[in-house]
């Protein structure tokens, strides 16, 4: 079971980017994964995640700005975030669930409940 992010980079304020998460070894459709950053110095946060039967859930300061899906054909979560702020700058993280409890409003963010953890992207936003 492996997962691996991909698309981040340099963007300036403002700008857009598509982070991509791909499973391998597994059915990523019928898995919950979720998405997280950790800038430096801080913890990691959550930011979103989509389940199985496609509940999403979102952190609220991210709302409005970043959008979760899957691409069932691609094994492949996406994570769209618009109008990037430089307290966006972090490394973003894909993990997903197979061994652990499902995802509830309650969990989904709690980093140690996920099973499996890509290597990360970085995003760095700057003009």
């Known amino acids: 079971v492996q997962v691996v992010e991909s698309g981040g980079g340099l963007v300036q304020p403002g700008g857009s980017l598509r982070l991509s998460c791909l499973g391998s070894?597994?059915?990523?459709?019928?898995?919950?994964v979720g998405w997280f950053r950790q800038a430096p110095g801080m913890g990691r946060e959550g930011l979103s995640c989509i389940t199985s039967d496609g509940t999403t859930y979102y952190r609220d300061s991210v709302k409005g700005r970043f959008t979760i899906s899957r691409d069932n054909a691609k094994n492949t979560v996406y994570l769209q975030i618009n109008n990037l702020k430089s307290e966006d700058a972090a490394i973003y993280y894909c993990a997903t669930v197979i061994y652990g409890p499902a995802r509830t409003a309650d969990n989904w963010y709690k980093p140690n409940t996920y099973d499996y953890w890509g290597q990360g992207t970085q995003v760095t936003v700057s003009s």
């Open positions: 070894g597994f059915n990523l459709q019928y898995t919950a």
